[in-house]
Structure formats: C-alpha cells, structure tokens
C-alpha cells in the first residue's frame, strides 16, 4: 500500500463548477498534512495546510480526519487558472527532523 | 522574502558523463531537502540535511549520487556517471524544523535530460 494515496484523475470540469479531491495516507505519525499545487513543468508550490478543524482559504477548504487517515480538498467555483496538478503530502516528524511523502497527484482540468 | 535558488534550470547530457546541481535555501532554512520528480510522479526524496549534517539519505543512489551542505547553508547534488534513468527534475527544498506545520518551500528545479 503506498503510504499516500490520492486518485491521479484527470479530472475534467466546466468553469464555475465545485469539485473535490480525496487523499488517504497510512502513518497514523503523521503530524502535518498540506495540499500543495504544481503547475505544468513548475515546482510544487504551498496551497494551504490542513487542520483537523478544517480551513479555508477563499474558494479553496480543506479537511483532515485523522481517525479515518483521510484528507480532503474542495475547490468552489472553479477558474481556468485552477487547472494543475494538486499534491496530497503528508509531513512525518522523527525527533528534530521531518519528512514530506507526497501523493503522486490528481490532475485538474477547468474547461471553458 | 527571497525563495529558494536552483541553478541551473536546464541540462542536457550524454550517459556515462557528470553533472551538478546547486542550491541556496531559504535564509534561516536549516533544513535542505534534494528530491527528483520523474514524469507523472510525485517527488522523491533524495537526501534531507539539518544544518550540515544528513539525516536522510536512504533513497540516495550512492554508487552514482553524492551530496554535501558545507558551512550548512549552500548545497551541491552530483551525478557521475550519469544514466538514462537519471533524466529527471531535481528539485530543492528548504524548511524551517522549529516552526510548525513545517512546510517546505521548493526551488524552480534543474530539469535533466541524459541521451
């Protein structure tokens, strides 16, 4: 089993509409968990952390539920510029160092 | 605040040869990370560093790959020889291990072609 798994997609949606991404991961040590956004041919940038108690940040909410190992993303009212590859990563702390295990990603596509 | 610095961004190389990739962190970033992200995949974690010293470097392929962070700030990733798996982006990372959620912060990439 890998220890993050998300649905590599694609996903195809229209503009406007509201779609949500899913993520599993399986070290119940993980500590920290983050959506990060990679565009095509770019680096993985930060998108936001995930709490327990959810946040959001503008059209983008995520979810954590640490008893089910689940980790979630939800995008409202999508833009053609939410087209890109969203990574599921998990943050895994030993002692002073940490560890980031990424998902292999889920592809978004906004049509028009 | 300026970002973490990857040079260079593009090299093309024939198997068998060398090759490096240079990093200058974050300021204040005593963690480094070096992954590599082939195609279609999420990154791969080469090697991690606090301060100069490597905390992980089990996924390094060590007959090939070496790596250092002297004065614990720079680093240098190195291939030789190269292979055609190598062909990849190399990605730098840098975080701060005191600050909570501990996110990471990456570099542009040196996208690596090996023919």
């Known amino acids: 089993r890998k220890e993050v798994e998300q649905d590599p997609g694609p996903f195809n949606v229209p503009e406007g509409a509201t779609v949500a991404f899913n993520c599993t991961y399986s070290?119940?040590?993980?500590?920290?968990f983050f959506w990060y956004r990679q565009d095509c041919r770019k680096e993985p940038k930060l998108l936001m952390s995930?709490?327990?108690s959810g946040n959001e940040d503008g059209r983008f909410t995520a979810q954590l539920n640490r008893a089910s190992q689940y980790i979630s993303l939800l995008i409202r009212d999508s833009k053609l510029s939410d087209s890109a590859t969203y990574l599921c990563v998990v943050n895994i702390r030993s002692g002073a160092t940490n560890k980031l295990i990424f998902g292999t990603g889920t592809l978004l596509a906004v049509q028009p | 605040e300026a970002g973490v610095a990857q040079s260079p961004r593009y090299k093309i190389i024939e198997k068998r040869q060398s090759v490096a990739f240079w990093c200058n962190p974050i300021?204040?970033?005593?963690?480094l990370y070096w992954y590599q992200q082939i195609l279609g995949q999420g990154p791969k974690l080469l090697i991690q560093f606090q301060n100069n010293g490597v905390v992980d470097d089990s996924q390094l392929p060590k007959d090939r790959f070496s790596a250092e962070r002297l004065k614990g700030v720079d680093s240098t990733l190195k291939i030789q020889p190269a292979k055609l798996e190598d062909s990849a982006v190399y990605l730098c990372?840098?975080?701060?291990?005191?600050?909570?959620?501990?996110?990471?912060?990456f570099g542009p990439g040196t996208r690596l072609t090996v023919t």
């Open positions: 990372a840098s975080s701060s291990y005191t600050d909570f959620p501990y996110e990471q912060y």
């Open positions: 070290n119940s040590a993980s500590q920290s």
């Open positions: 300021s204040g970033h005593a963690t």
């Open positions: 995930v709490y327990s």
